[in-house]
């Protein structure tokens, strides 16, 4: 299954709401996580389910979609938060991700 | 708390042999299928394989079917990666992960002549 992220970079200012996409190239149902990788750090597991938010992750992140497309958003951006996003879909063997959104001030 | 210790990487000439291995602490290690996820330089995230927490199903990426293999030491909490006729694009950074989403710093492995 193929993983298509939009947009590649994204331009938004602290405080602000950004919407990241994710779409498959087939219906993985829910079956799709989000990462979170600050630079030079390893990933951090954000969203799982769609829309379940891991342990400790913020409530200004939220995940839905299913099917085919699929939404990140963050609201109120912090300094912290700009960073690159990666989906991954977890309905198929092999596993795929996303190309990555980065998200720049 | 969790932790992913990967090990084993450097430098290694195409053709050859490297085996990575991820030591887990901090949970039930037998509990948990693993995963092994790479990243080349400056690009974004590639799955590379599974293992189940019995040790008893296993899958690969394309890329490294054939390759690779994963497997794993339940008694030891212990993940392995035995990458065999190494490219020169298989030059990357190598993370563990369980299937929680928990995340290792990584290992690199560079394949160069």
């Known amino acids: 299954i193929v993983m298509t992220q939009s947009p590649a970079t994204l331009s938004v200012s602290p405080g602000e709401r950004a919407t990241l996409s994710c779409r498959a190239s087939q219906s993985i149902l829910r079956n799709l996580t989000w990462y979170q990788q600050r630079p030079g750090r390893s990933p951090r597991l954000l969203i799982y389910?769609?829309?379940t938010r891991a342990t400790g992750i913020p409530a200004r992140f939220s995940g839905s979609g299913s099917g085919t497309e699929f939404t990140l958003a963050i609201s109120s951006l912090q300094s912290e938060d700009f960073a690159a996003y990666y989906c991954?879909?977890?309905?198929?063997?092999?596993?795929?991700f996303g190309q990555g959104t980065r998200l720049e001030i | 708390q969790v932790q992913l210790v990967e090990s084993g990487g450097g430098v290694v000439q195409p053709g050859r042999s490297l085996r990575l291995s991820c030591a887990a602490s901090g949970f039930s290690f037998s509990d948990y299928g693993m995963h092994w996820v790479r990243q080349a330089p400056g690009k974004g995230l590639e799955w590379v394989a599974v293992v189940w927490n019995d040790g008893s199903l296993k899958y690969y990426a394309d890329s490294v079917e054939g390759r690779f293999i994963i497997s794993r030491d339940n008694s030891n909490n212990t993940l392995y990666l035995q990458m065999n006729s190494l490219r020169v694009e298989d030059t990357a950074m190598y993370y563990c992960?369980?299937?929680?989403?928990?995340w290792g710093q990584g290992t690199l492995v560079t394949v160069s002549s």
């Open positions: 992960e369980t299937e929680g989403g928990d």
């Open positions: 389910d769609a829309s």
């Open positions: 991954q879909q977890y309905n198929n063997w092999p596993l795929s």
